[in-house]
C-alpha cells in the first residue's frame, strides 16, 4: 500500500467514507504557490478549478496579513476594531450604493441563511424560489432546498423550483426575448403556486451565472424579468455570489452587475479571504439595522481581526495586480484557444464562460447533444493524471468546469490547452 492510499484509508475511517473527494485517485496536497500546486511526492499539478484562493495559493501579501494580525491580536466580533470597520466600507463601496452595510459569516451556508432570515422578516414570507439545479448551503433551510444533489430532506412545502434557460439545450429556435419570456414564466406560475397554497414569497435566491447549473451562458433580459415578478409579489432578489462574485466573471466585481439588476441582499464566500474562511452577506442599512433589533444577530468567528485582515490583503491584489483586467485579457485568450479545441474534437458540443470561467459541454456527438457524461469523468480523470485540476458540472455531469486563481496567465493557458487536446483526443 502506498502513503497516500494509507492516508486514504485513515481518512475513511475517520472522517467517514462519503466524505467528498476530487478524483479517482485523490491527490494528496502538501503546498501551493499561484497557480501551482504541489503533492507529497513533489509533483506539480496546474490548478485550473479553485477560486478560493482567489489571488493565487499563499500569495505572500495575503499571508503577512494573516500572519501580522494573528500576531498581534485575534478576537470576537463583538469589539470595535479598525481593519473590520475598514474592511466593511471598503467592501460595501463595490456595490450599488443601496448596499450599504454588511454581516460577516464563516461561510457561504452562513450568509444565505441569513440572507433568507432577512428577506422572511422584511417580506412577512415564507417562500422561496430556486433553480432546479442549484446548491447555496448546507445548513438544514438550504439542504431542504438543493437542487442539485441528493439530500435526505424532503422539498420543502414553502419552495418552489424553476429550470433556468440553457440556450445551448433550450433554444429550439427561439430569439432571446421569446427564450427569457418562456423560463421567466415559471418564476410567475412558482409565485402563483405558493399562493394557492397560501404561502407568500420571501425570495428569489440564484447565482446569477448559474454555476452549479452548467455556468449557462446569459440569457438577456431572463435574471430582469425574473427578479421583477418576484418583487411584485412583495418578496426580495438574493444573489448568491459565492462564486461569480470579487471579478471571476472579468467584465464585474459582481455577477448580478452583467444582469444589470441590483439585488435586495447579496451573499459572498469562497474567494474573500483567499483561503481564510470568511464570508458574509452586504445589504441595505435599514434592513441590517431593523433585522438587527429584531433578531440579536452576531458570529463569533465571522469578520474577526485576522479574516478582515486576509479579506482586506485579497482585495489589495486583487486591485495592485489589475486581475479583473487578467481575468479579460487570459480569459479571451483561453476562450479562443477552446473554441479551436471545439473545431478540432466533434465532442466538444459547446465553449462558454466569461473571464476565468470557463465551462465546455460534452456531447455524444448525435442531433439531440446527448451528454458524454462517461467521457466527461475520463477527460477530467486523465487531466489530473497529466497534471492539470479542472472538475466538472451540470445537471448531467457532462460539462467541463475551469475556474482557476485570478493570476493565471497565458503560459497557464497554453499548457490547459495542450493538455485537454491531448485528453480529449485519447478518450
Ligand atoms: C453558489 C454557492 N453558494 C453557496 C455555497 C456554500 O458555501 P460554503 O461551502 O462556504 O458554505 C456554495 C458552495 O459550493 C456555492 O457554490
Not at 495559493?57 to 500572519?67: G, Q, R, W, Y
Not at 471571476?248 to 439585488?263: E, F, I, K, N, Y
Not at 492539470?388 to 496567465?409: C, E, Q, T, W, Y
Request: aromatic fraction near 8%.
Amino acid at each position: 500500500m502506498s502513503s497516500d492510499e494509507a492516508l486514504l484509508e485513515r481518512r475513511y475511517h475517520v472522517l467517514g467514507r462519503n466524505a467528498p473527494l476530487f478524483y479517482e485517485r485523490p491527490v494528496h496536497l502538501v503546498s501551493g504557490k499561484g497557480v501551482w500546486v504541489t503533492d507529497a511526492d513533489g509533483r506539480e499539478y496546474l490548478d485550473v478549478y479553485n477560486n478560493v484562493p482567489h489571488v493565487g495559493h499563499c500569495h505572500p501579501h495575503v499571508v503577512e496579513a494573516i500572519a501580522k494580525q494573528a500576531a498581534t491580536l485575534n478576537v470576537h466580533s463583538r469589539y470595535l476594531h479598525e481593519t473590520v470597520v475598514a474592511y466593511a466600507e471598503r467592501l460595501t463601496a463595490t456595490f450599488d450604493s443601496s448596499l450599504s452595510s454588511a454581516v460577516f459569516t464563516c461561510s457561504g451556508t452562513e450568509a444565505n441563511e441569513l440572507a433568507l432570515r432577512m428577506a422572511r422578516y422584511r417580506t412577512g414570507g415564507e417562500g422561496i424560489i430556486v433553480s432546479d439545479f442549484s446548491y447555496h448551503g448546507n445548513s438544514q433551510t438550504l439542504a431542504a432546498v438543493t437542487t442539485c444533489f441528493p439530500v435526505p430532506e424532503a422539498f420543502p412545502r414553502f419552495a418552489r423550483k424553476v429550470a433556468i434557460p440553457d440556450p445551448y439545450r433550450d433554444r429550439h429556435d427561439r430569439s432571446d426575448e421569446e427564450l427569457s419570456n418562456h423560463f421567466a414564466a415559471q418564476v410567475d406560475a412558482a409565485v402563483k403556486s405558493l399562493q394557492a397554497d397560501g404561502i407568500k414569497i420571501a425570495a428569489l435566491l440564484i447565482d446569477t451565472v448559474f454555476a452549479n447549473e452548467g455556468l449557462h451562458d446569459p440569457v438577456p433580459g431572463y435574471v430582469a424579468k425574473a427578479v421583477e415578478i418576484v418583487r411584485a409579489a412583495g418578496g426580495l432578489f438574493i444573489s448568491d455570489e459565492v462564486q461569480a462574485g470579487f471579478g471571476r466573471t472579468g467584465d464585474a466585481m459582481w455577477g448580478h452587475q452583467l444582469s444589470g439588476v441590483v439585488p435586495d441582499i447579496a451573499t459572498l464566500g469562497k474567494p474573500m479571504g483567499n483561503g481564510h474562511p470568511i464570508a458574509g452577506l452586504v445589504g441595505p442599512t435599514d434592513l441590517i439595522d431593523s433585522f438587527g433589533l429584531a433578531a440579536t444577530y452576531f458570529n463569533t468567528f465571522g469578520g474577526n481581526p485576522v479574516s478582515a485582515a486576509a479579506a482586506s490583503a485579497m482585495l489589495d491584489v486583487l486591485e495592485r495586480e489589475h486581475l479583473l483586467e487578467n481575468a479579460r485579457n487570459v480569459g479571451a485568450y483561453v476562450k479562443t484557444g477552446l473554441r479551436a479545441l471545439a473545431d478540432k474534437h466533434s465532442i466538444v458540443g459547446n465553449v462558454r464562460g466569461r473571464g476565468l470561467f470557463f465551462g465546455l459541454d460534452l456531447v455524444k456527438g448525435d442531433a439531440d447533444r446527448s451528454p458524454a457524461t462517461a467521457e466527461t469523468k475520463r477527460v477530467m480523470n486523465l487531466m489530473r493524471e497529466n497534471g492539470v485540476l479542472i472538475s466538472r458540472i451540470g445537471r448531467h455531469d457532462n460539462i467541463l468546469k475551469m475556474r482557476p486563481p485570478m493570476v493565471f496567465a497565458k503560459e497557464h493557458a497554453d499548457r490547459l490547452l495542450a493538455t485537454l487536446d491531448d485528453a480529449l483526443a485519447s478518450i
